[in-house]
């Protein structure tokens, strides 16, 4: 390091004064949140606001009524977000899980614990989505890390390129107080860093954490 090494806080302040609030997660209901978390596995959000405004277009952005469509249809609804018959297969099962719960005035009643594992146990939810669930849906303090999180900390030093999704979720739920807001804004700030400068082939030239960073030399 050019410096002494940094907190995670400041990184995340350093982000954030760069790039300012982002505002996550954009929707305009719970169950949008919830559909936008599938729609986005494997594939860029662009692709995914096509299939949401499609959905909405067709009145299906309900749990009743995502249930009631059959899965072509589906599918041929959220075509633009890729695999689209596995994901329509998916947001069946996450549909079912969020109706026959009782949606959200019931499952925000859950303990956080039980919730993560009800939601791992829905199919297609793995550990990604269901932490982006939990914490942008039901507003608890549980730290979604993905491949950008783990490529951008990883040259920053503070990781191993190949830790597990746990641990690096451990990471920075125990170097930063526990506060779903700041967890939810520091994971935006990650993703945004990560598609536009801390590429594959980073743009270090315009990075605001380089004189933290020795991975450009
Ligand atoms: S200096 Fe380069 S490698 Fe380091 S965080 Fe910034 S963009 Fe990524």
Redesign the pocket.
């Known amino acids: 390091m050019n410096q002494q090494k940094p907190s995670i806080k400041q990184i995340y302040l350093r982000l954030r004064r760069q790039q300012g609030e982002q505002g996550w997660w954009p929707a305009d209901s719970h169950f949008e949140i919830i559909v936008g978390a599938v729609l986005t596995q494997n594939t860029a959000w662009t692709n995914v606001e096509k299939a949401i405004q499609s959905l909405k277009q067709q009145n299906l952005m309900t749990p009743q009524a995502m249930i009631a469509c059959s899965r072509p249809e589906l599918a041929k609804h959220i075509r633009s977000s890729g695999t689209f018959n596995i994901k329509a297969k998916r947001l069946h099962a996450i549909s079912r899980w969020y109706f026959s719960h009782g949606e959200f005035s019931e499952i925000s009643n859950w303990p956080t614990a039980k919730l993560r594992r009800s939601l791992l146990a829905v199919h297609g939810v793995g550990a990604e989505t269901a932490d982006a669930i939990i914490l942008y849906v039901f507003k608890r303090p549980v730290f979604v890390v993905d491949a950008y999180t783990k490529r ?1 900390f990883s ?2 030093g503070f990781v191993d390129e190949d830790c597990s999704y746990e641990s690096l979720r451990g990471f920075f739920e125990s170097n930063l107080e526990s506060d779903a807001a700041l967890f939810g804004e520091y994971h935006a700030h990650i993703v945004e860093h990560a598609k536009h ?2 590429k594959v082939r ?3 030239e315009r ?1 605001s ?2 004189e933290y ?1 020795d ?2 030399k």
Do not use: D
Request: aromatic fraction near 14%.
């Open positions: 951008l040259r920053l400068v801390c980073p743009y270090c990075c954490l380089s960073c991975f450009s």
